[in-house]
């Protein structure tokens, strides 16, 4: 398992705390497993940046 992949599982699914429980994709039929846990990791970094608000989260807008 690559470093991206196992950052990105470790944010949905820690040890202890809260868990994902339902994760839903939308991508591209190129996507790659690379591609998207950049994606969950790109997800958490802007959510534990207080300086960013998320003002439409179904399009990963941020400001």
């Given amino acids: 398992m ?3 992949l196992e950052r990105a ?3 949905l ?3 202890e705390g809260r868990q994902a429980l339902d994760v839903k994709f939308f ?3 190129s996507a790659t497993v690379e ?3 950049q994606q969950i990791i790109v997800c ?3 959510m534990g940046d ?3 608000v998320i003002n439409r989260i179904d399009r990963g807008l941020t400001s």
Avoid: G, Q
Wanted: charged share 10%; net charge neutral.
């Fill in 27 to 29: 991508f591209a039929p």
């Fill in 35 to 37: 591609a998207l846990a």
């Fill in 50 to 52: 207080n300086a960013r």
């Fill in 9 to 11: 599982t470790a944010l």
């Fill in 13 to 15: 699914f820690p040890p």
């Fill in 2 to 4: 690559s470093a991206t």
């Fill in 44 to 46: 958490f970094d802007a």
